[in-house]
Antibody
Framework: EVQLVESGGGLVQPGGSLRVSCAAS????????MSWVRQAPGKGLEWVAN????????YYVDSVKGRFTISRDNAKNSLYLQMDGLRAEDTGIYYC??????????????WGQGTLVTVSS | DIQMTQSPSSLSASVGDRVTITCRAS??????LNWYQQKPGKAPKLLIY???SLQSGVPSRFSGSGSGTDFTLTISSLHPEDFATYYC??????????FGQGTKLEIK
């Protein structure tokens, strides 16, 4: 059974830092692109970042470029998101998701339960 | 960036009804369109990928169609557990992958 379990969320002051983690099991983690997707309270879904299987390519939504860093440790089957310079608008639930693919689409096929990040003074 | 627009934003229906949700892309995305279901307090769940392919384990009452810029998600006969929020997502031109704003399906 595929499992993605996020941790590390919490309350942080504006300008502060936080690292959230995602522990993966039940699939060959090292062969999947992975992503972070977030959801502000009462709002829709927003893709945040992608990382290639070997970590050699990383992509970010414009609003977090230069502040967030996605990384992974394939030996530990773990995905990370280092968040620096946090702003109130970064508040929300952060989901890790595996990025499945076929010849005609890419999609988020498995999701964790999410971890809540609150940026407030 | 490609914009995704869902309609309606909310919908009231009854158990047993046939329901259709529409998603429109701001430019052609061929069939790079996925649908997700999210229930309150839960993570999203993949229903349909590549516009019309049913994810493993998803009931056959869910179906997707469309290509280019216009897509639909149809639930042929609503079950009580189908009341949720539904999102479309394009993966043709990315990053960024972009989601629609969501359609909340409520019980009438």
């Amino acid at each position: 059974e595929v499992q993605l379990v996020e941790s590390g969320g919490g309350l942080v002051q504006p300008g502060g830092s936080l690292r959230v983690s995602c522990a993966a099991s039940g699939f060959t983690f090292s062969t999947y692109w992975m992503s972070w997707v977030r959801q502000a309270p009462g709002k829709g879904l927003e893709w945040v970042a992608n990382i290639k299987e070997d970590g050699s390519e990383k992509y970010y939504v414009d609003s977090v470029k230069g502040r967030f860093t996605i990384s992974r440790d394939n030996a530990k089957n773990s995905l990370y998101l280092q968040m620096d310079g946090l702003r109130a608008e970064d508040t929300g639930i952060y989901y890790c998701a595996s990025r499945g693919w076929t010849s005609s689409s890419f999609y988020f096929d498995y999701w964790g339960q999410g971890t809540l990040v609150t940026v407030s003074s | 960036d490609i914009q995704m627009t869902q309609s309606p934003s909310s919908l009231s229906a009854s158990v047993g009804d046939r329901v259709t949700i529409t998603c429109r892309a701001s430019q052609s995305i061929y069939n790079y369109l996925n649908w997700y279901q999210q229930k309150p307090g839960k993570a999203p769940k993949l229903l349909i990928y590549a516009a019309s392919s049913l994810q493993s384990g998803v009931p056959s009452r869910f179906s997707g169609s469309g290509s280019g810029t216009d897509f639909t998600l149809t639930i042929s006969s609503l079950h009580p557990e189908d009341f949720a929020t539904y999102y479309c997502q394009q993966s043709y031109s990315g990053p960024p992958d972009t989601f629609g704003q969501g359609t909340k399906l409520e019980i009438k």
